[in-house]
């Protein structure tokens, strides 16, 4: 029986390939609209403005405390009762972009708080504006520390990408979910599904290792 | 040409600037000194407003400086701010670090701004460490490279922060007489420090604080020599001693 299922497998893959790009399409996006998002948020973080400070914090802290499945659900279900229709990708790419960038806020802010202040005040003193003294000065320096756990971060966005699946889209996890019921052998098919989403996070994860290695020195 | 009329400064419940009236003519060389927490630091870090001030009215060239108005970049491109610990940008080498200013600031093109950074540099004895990262650098030659950066922008005022209270004892006289040089070129200074050798050679005037406010003020000599008060009297016996 093993062997007829694995050979069903086999004639299918070009399926599980399919829901493999939809994956790495909504990471791509993802990962690139967090990071400037989140890096945009994580300055307000760090700025003066108490205003601004706390807004961004409130935001942070809302998304950091509810599950991400229950985000993309108030985004695909409930906000057309607002209004605002939204078809699964989109709306996959939004609550992303939502969750992702709360978390690299965090870190960025991070890597900014951990720059003495005597950097931003000898900038000041020379006559650089704040904008120049974060440019020229702040961020540069904030990169090293912010890179390592960054790209960390990108590993968890992409498996969260998996969560996209309960609303629809046709995600690699998806894939499995729809192939195990004609195909009932769950270890195999959702071995295979993990097997391809640790194809794609392994760069990464090793990436990280070796961001983490070099910061050490 | 700086002046400070009245100014009072708060940390919180602590009164760190008490009633401060002080002002210095241009091509003074004011040396401020006086025991930890006497706010000596706090009062030049107001000249440049890396410090706010609660009441009174600081004035650099005309300029309010406590005013939320003022244009504090324009400001600060004319007054040089050497710090304790240096401060020197870690990712950029030292040319880069001499050049930031004045080619984001002052909008001077890079190659001019590399002629005014290697002119500096001469200046302060370092020109063969244009291409070195501050982190290969000694102390006394960060604070070199600090010095040629706050001279970078040609400014009229040069303040110093305890310019040689983080180096060893024996890099200290290089720093000194890089500041000595400085003083033959008619620049304006405020020097927060606690060298009297160098207060001796230079000073115009001496300025000691205690507890945020203006204790006493003479020549060095009268300063040393016979200080007015007892408080005064107590610090350089003090500091004379080791």
């Known amino acids: ?217 | 040409m700086i002046e400070f009329k009245n100014v009072n400064k708060w940390y919180g419940k602590l009164h760190v600037l008490n009633d401060i009236n002080l002002a210095i003519p241009k091509g003074e060389v004011l040396v401020i000194c006086g025991p930890s927490g006497s706010g000596k630091s706090t009062l030049i870090r107001c000249i440049n407003r890396l410090e706010p001030i609660q009441k009174g009215e600081i004035i650099v060239n005309n300029v309010p400086v406590h005013d939320k108005t003022t244009n504090l970049t324009k400001l600060r491109a004319d007054i040089g701010f050497v710090f304790q610990q240096f401060h020197l940008y870690p990712h950029m080498t030292v040319l880069e670090n001499i050049m930031l200013a004045p080619v984001n600031v002052k909008k001077i093109a890079k190659a001019e701004a590399k002629k005014i950074a290697m002119e500096k540099l001469e200046q302060v004895g370092l020109t063969e460490k244009y291409g070195v990262h501050p982190a290969q650098l000694s102390g006394c030659q960060q604070q070199r490279v600090a010095i040629a950066r706050g001279l970078a922008m040609s400014p009229e005022i040069m303040l110093f922060d305890e310019p040689t209270s983080a180096l060893d004892p024996e890099m200290i006289g290089e720093v000194l007489d890089v500041m000595v040089n400085l003083v033959s070129e008619g620049m304006t200074m405020c020097v927060v420090t606690h060298e009297m050798g160098f207060a001796r050679k230079v000073a115009n005037r001496v300025l000691f604080m205690d507890e945020g406010a203006i204790v006493e003020t003479g020549t060095p000599n009268e300063f040393f020599d016979n200080p007015k008060t007892d408080r005064a009297a107590s610090f350089i016996s003090m500091i004379l001693t080791h």
């Open chain 1, 1 to 217: 029986m093993m062997a007829f299922y694995f050979s069903q497998l086999v004639d299918i893959f070009p399926f599980f390939l399919k829901g493999l790009w939809m994956t790495s399409k909504i990471a791509f996006i993802s990962l690139v609209t967090c990071t400037l998002i989140g890096l945009i948020l994580g300055i307000f973080r760090s700025s003066n403005n108490i205003i601004l400070k706390r807004l961004v914090g409130v935001y942070v802290a809302f998304v950091r405390g509810t599950p991400f499945v229950v985000q993309i659900f108030i985004i695909f279900f409930i906000f057309p009762e607002w209004g605002i229709q939204l078809e699964a990708f989109s709306a996959a790419l939004l609550a992303m972009a939502i969750m992702g960038s709360a978390f690299i806020c965090e870190i960025i802010a991070g890597g900014i708080a951990a720059i003495p202040k005597g950097q931003w005040e000898a900038a000041a003193s020379s006559g650089l504006t704040p904008f120049q003294q974060l440019r020229l000065v702040v961020i540069p320096q904030a990169m090293k520390i912010i890179l390592p756990p960054l790209v960390g971060q990108y590993v968890l966005l992409i498996k969260d990408t998996s969560v996209v699946s309960v609303i629809g889209v046709m995600d690699l996890t998806r894939v499995g979910w729809v192939t195990v019921v004609r195909i009932p052998e769950g270890l195999m098919v959702f071995s295979l599904v993990g097997a391809l989403y640790f194809m794609i996070s392994y760069p990464l994860i090793l990436l990280s290792n070796y961001l983490e290695q070099k910061m050490a020195d």
